[in-house]
């Protein structure tokens, strides 16, 4: 039917398909024929992997795949943004309940750990349900995979000790030095040299988190060296990953985050108990009792600090295999602006112009940095 109609244009004539079965065989005929086997051909085409036929879509303006397209891009885009709503919802409970947290309860090796252990019973959840695939990888790739865990574990323990010797804000101020960290690793470990754009980005970056430095109340030099040492491993465990992820074999992102989670909690488990000791008898869990935090209160925000934790990353890798990685980045950037903006708020952390302005400086810095790395994949016409 489709065929007839698009062979039927001008009412005056006769369709070929009827004029081959009522006319003697012509030289009009053939050329008839071969118009409509021309056509059968150009609109009808197998799909092998369906075993059928394939209708593809035409170019008839207002068509109603094109009403289909246009549904499925809104769609796509609400799904983005609530993402996007989510990640950074996560993102602030988590920095309040694990702020609150090591605040009566001193010991990041032993909470990050329970928070590892969250993110492990989650992902064997995901498995067991069949939500993701489970991850199929040679054993070659297991050494570099313990390497990405063993960044991705420092990082992560070098954060909450840095989250509980100073302002939420001013941690997130000084990851903001993560992008310089990115260029360093990537040329030594990669040999991937940076544009004069990214250089000239990374300025403001440095500047203004040395201005948030020297006017931080807060600061301390446990703080802010923990701080700064995780920015490494944790560009470290990206630049590493991008490397590892280059393989035929390589595990997807969520795949990936997920063996790491494991075997980061694994390895920490024995070096949180060899620091730290054993803390979760009840006469450890009355100290955050006695600083005016309940013990069914702390246990509470413990949970939800590993639940928001693992979510939050979940959420984050889901986001980068939808989106470019400069656009992640952009995302990655108003993200901090508004942990750092809602823990200001939360804590009322006094903040005076000066360390205003030099977080100001560094996230304008961060911002303009994903700018500079989009200028830089842009490719360079070149004439063949």
């Known amino acids: 039917m489709f065929a007839h109609t698009l062979l039927t244009t001008n009412p005056r004539l006769p369709s070929p398909l009827f004029a081959a079965k009522l006319t003697p065989e012509s030289a009009l005929s053939r050329r008839s024929r071969a118009f409509t086997s021309s056509c059968s051909s150009l609109f009808l085409r197998p799909n092998l992997r369906s075993n059928g036929f394939k209708l593809k879509s035409s170019t008839v303006p207002g068509s109603v795949e094109g009403g289909d ?32 947290v090591l605040k009566v309860y001193p010991y990041p090796a032993t909470v990050t750990a329970f928070q590892l252990g969250c993110g492990t019973f989650m992902i ?24 990405l865990a063993a960044a991705h574990t420092l990082g992560n323990l070098l954060t909450n000790v840095s989250l509980g010797r100073v302002n939420v804000s001013f941690t997130h101020t000084i990851k903001a030095m993560e ?29 203004g988190v040395s201005l948030a430095s020297s006017t931080e109340a807060s600061f301390n030099w446990i ?67 006695s600083q005016g935090l309940s013990v069914k209160k702390f246990c509470i925000m413990s949970l939800l600090a590993g639940v928001c934790l693992h979510s939050y990353q979940q959420v984050s890798y889901m986001i980068l295999e939808m ?35 030099g977080t100001a400086t560094a996230l304008a810095g961060v911002y303009l940095y994903t700018r500079a790395k989009k200028v830089k994949v842009k490719p360079n016409p070149k004439t063949s």
């Not at 549904?71 to 694990?98: A, R």
């Not at 060296?225 to 470290?236: E, F, H, P």
């Not at 992640?328 to 112009?353: A, D, E, L, W």
């Open 69 to 100: 397209t246009e549904s499925g891009s809104l769609v796509k885009g609400l799904k983005l943004g609530g993402m996007f709503g989510v990640w950074y919802l996560l993102n602030i409970y988590y920095n309040i309940f694990n702020k609150q």
């Open 124 to 147: 064997a959840i995901m498995w067991l349900l069949k939500l993701h695939p489970r991850p199929k990888f040679a054993p070659s790739q297991f050494s570099v995979i313990v390497q």
């Open 179 to 207: 992008p310089f960290f990115t260029v360093l690793l990537s040329v030594l470990l990669l040999g991937e040299w940076p544009s004069l754009w990214i250089v000239c980005s990374l300025l403001p970056i440095v500047a």
């Open 223 to 289: 703080g802010f060296c923990s701080a700064m040492a995780s920015n490494v491993t944790n560009q470290s465990r990206n630049v590493l990953s991008k490397k590892f992820m280059v393989g035929k074999e390589a595990l997807d992102n969520i795949n990936l985050f997920s063996v790491i989670t494991i075997i980061s909690f694994i390895l920490l488990v024995p070096v949180a108990i060899l620091i730290d000791g054993f803390k979760f008898t009840p006469s450890q869990l009355q100290i955050a009792t």
């Open 323 to 357: 989106v470019s990685p400069v656009t992640h980045s952009v995302g990655n950037c108003v993200k901090r602006v508004v942990v750092i903006t809602s823990s200001i708020i939360f804590f009322k952390t006094p903040v005076s112009p000066l360390n205003s302005l």
